[in-house]
């Protein structure tokens, strides 16, 4: 009998369900349902609740519930083989948390399903509503933990990554803060990721150690809750977290709920979840140290896997715990197809391929030309006042200005990934702007590395079916190897390969050089 997994993705804006035949190496069953346009009713805009406070960005945990009702239902519609799903994992929007009362491990418990699971969970809350990672209204609560922390450094080294608003241990403190009395009713803290496991275990779930490294409070090498980062944070914490595990590792077969409304079989294992970054991690079959990487979205991320646990004294980047082992390093660069997109119109260029063929037109390097691209407020270095800069570069030349926007993106990716202390061998490129040959060209001569096109849409539910079926296979006594249970399901686009070309890769070293004083430079001018 074929083995299904069942991988769910709680993201910001929609509920993915990614479902594998594992022997047969195939995905059988793909599903995504939006919250704004299947649950209308909680007013969300894109997952999030109105607010007055710019600052302020909440999702509701009942409407994650709902859509994960919602979802099974669709399921059973579509007449998917419920009953031959053998275990399920998922994960969530990273660093989001969801506050319980001591009722709740009861109700979780003895879920009825001829109610829905909004029914069950009414008055299970202490925190109506849940702040998601979009939220930045932490500041204060950032500088406090750092400070009792003892500073960036020691913050970073714990925990690894400096404080930063999103992160969960600020939202607690900030929760606290506000509303103390609300604090100490709560019983159990969960992240998105352990609050659906929970759901679909019918107890209070472990938090795995990659989305438990999202918050600053897990000691990023013991793997263990750090009581000096849960001091800093607020009183009586650690009573309130639930344990850290493993993601996939098995907590306990399915709520009977599941079961017995949409013919799950009981017997079907709950696994722990992880944090979406990490679930990509596997998605994407970066299961092995040195593969890495890069999404050219609205924003563009570096997402490396290290064995050893490096972390990055300037406070930048993030280190995670990979689900396949090691640490998985995170980069967000807010300028990406942003900034690319800015100069396309700002030259009137009518489209990706003239824009490609721009670039061709001109030589590596540039000539030694130089833009700085933050038409927003940059993450990665901080900028906190926007501004386009050029080095001798002449603005009216629209194909050098092509072709500086992407080398200055790479050129940053390179400067500011030195910390994890891995050079890449190989790197698979995903996003809009990765059909782009004339763009991986410039990232593989850039990074010394080969490029492959990997075109995977739900790569966090894909890799989160992969983590059941590891959970699986541990609980059955036979682990199998990653890079094993991987294949098949991830293999980059075929002929996509670009390989760097030794003379412009000497190039980019030495304009290497000149962009971090452009970029240092005008960090000191802003
Ligand atoms: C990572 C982060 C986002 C969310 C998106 O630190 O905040 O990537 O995980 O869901």
């Known amino acids: 009998m074929a083995k299904l997994f069942l991988g769910l993705d709680s993201s910001t804006q929609s509920l993915s369900a990614v479902l594998i035949d594992l022997d047969a190496r195939k995905v059988v069953y793909e599903k995504s349902l939006n919250y704004d346009q299947a649950l209308p009713r909680y007013k969300t805009r894109n997952g999030v609740l109105p607010n007055r406070d710019p600052l302020v960005k909440h999702s509701s945990p009942l409407l994650w519930a709902d859509a994960l009702d919602l979802l099974f239902a669709q399921m059973k519609r579509d007449k998917v083989a419920l009953g031959k799903i053998v275990a399920i994992s998922g994960s969530g929007q990273q660093h989001g948390s969801?506050?319980?009362?001591?009722?709740?491990?009861?109700?979780?418990?003895?879920?009825?399903?001829?109610?829905?699971l909004v029914e069950n969970l009414r008055g299970v809350f202490t925190r109506k509503t849940s702040p998601i990672w979009m939220?930045?209204?932490?500041?204060?609560?950032?500088?406090?933990?750092?400070?009792?922390?003892?500073?960036?450094?020691?913050?970073?080294?714990?925990?690894?990554?400096?404080?930063?608003?999103?992160?969960?241990?600020?939202?607690?403190?900030?929760?606290?803060?506000?509303?103390?009395?609300?604090?100490?009713?709560?019983?159990?803290?969960?992240?998105?990721?352990?609050?659906?496991?929970?759901?679909?275990?019918?107890?209070?779930?472990?938090i795995?150690?990659?989305?438990?490294?999202?918050?600053?409070?897990?000691?990023?090498?013991?793997?263990?809750?750090?009581?000096?980062?849960?001091?800093?944070?607020?009183?009586?914490?650690?009573?309130?977290?639930?344990?850290?595990?493993?993601?996939?590792?098995?907590?306990?077969?399915?709520?009977?709920?599941?079961?017995?409304?949409?013919?799950?079989?009981?017997?079907?294992?709950?696994?722990?979840?992880?944090?979406?970054?990490?679930?990509?991690?596997?998605?994407?079959?970066?299961?092995?140290?040195?593969?890495?990487?890069?999404?050219?979205?609205?924003?563009?991320?570096?997402?490396?896997?290290?064995?050893?646990?490096?972390?990055?004294?300037?406070?930048?980047?993030?280190?995670?715990?990979?689900?396949?082992?090691?640490?998985?390093?995170?980069?967000?660069?807010?300028?990406?197809?942003?900034a690319r997109e800015k100069i396309r119109e700002h030259y009137k260029i009518s489209d990706w391929?003239?824009?490609?063929?721009?670039?061709?037109?001109?030589?590596?390097?540039?000539?030694?030309?130089?833009?700085?691209?933050?038409?927003e407020a940059e993450i990665v270095p901080r900028v906190n006042k926007p501004g386009v800069r050029r080095f001798d570069l002449d603005e009216k030349n629209a194909a050098a200005n092509c072709r500086a926007v992407f080398e200055a993106q790479m050129l940053s990716m390179r400067l500011h990934s030195q910390w994890m202390q891995v050079a890449p061998h190989c790197i698979y490129a995903t996003g809009g702007a990765s059909n782009n040959r004339e763009l991986l060209q410039i990232m593989a001569d850039v990074m010394h590395c080969r490029v492959l096109r990997i075109e995977i849409s739900k790569s966090a539910a894909l890799g989160a079916a992969l983590l059941a079926a590891h959970g699986w296979s541990v609980e059955s006594g036979k682990p199998m190897k990653w890079e094993k249970l991987a294949a098949g399901f991830t293999a980059p686009v075929a002929g996509s390969e670009i390989l760097p070309d030794k003379k412009a890769a000497k190039i980019y070293d030495k304009l290497l050089e000149k962009y971090a004083l452009c970029e240092s430079d005008a960090l000191d001018i802003i």
């Open 98 to 116: 969801v506050y319980f009362n001591e009722k709740a491990a009861d109700v979780l418990a003895n879920l009825d399903p001829k109610k829905s």
């Open 135 to 206: 939220d930045s209204s932490t500041t204060a609560d950032c500088a406090k933990i750092r400070k009792q922390l003892g500073g960036v450094q020691y913050t970073v080294t714990r925990t690894g990554s400096d404080t930063f608003e999103r992160f969960t241990g600020p939202q607690i403190r900030k929760f606290y803060r506000t509303e103390p009395e609300a604090y100490t009713r709560t019983a159990g803290i969960a992240l998105v990721s352990s609050f659906m496991a929970s759901l679909l275990a019918g107890k209070i779930a472990p």
């Open 208 to 338: 795995d150690f990659g989305d438990g490294a999202g918050m600053n409070l897990m000691d990023i090498r013991k793997k263990n809750w750090n009581h000096d980062a849960l001091k800093a944070t607020a009183p009586g914490l650690v009573k309130k977290l639930p344990p850290l595990a493993d993601a996939g590792h098995v907590i306990g077969k399915v709520s009977p709920y599941f079961a017995g409304k949409y013919g799950l079989n009981p017997e079907a294992l709950a696994c722990v979840w992880t944090g979406d970054n990490p679930a990509s991690v596997l998605g994407l079959g970066l299961t092995k140290p040195g593969l890495v990487a890069i999404s050219l979205g609205t924003s563009d991320t570096y997402f490396g896997t290290m064995e050893k646990c490096q972390t990055d004294a300037n406070g930048e980047g993030h280190v995670f715990a990979s689900p396949a082992g090691g640490y998985l390093s995170l980069i967000c660069f807010k300028n990406g197809s942003l």
């Open 353 to 375: 391929k003239k824009f490609g063929e721009l670039v061709a037109a001109t030589p590596p390097g540039n000539n030694g030309a130089i833009l700085l691209p933050w038409f």
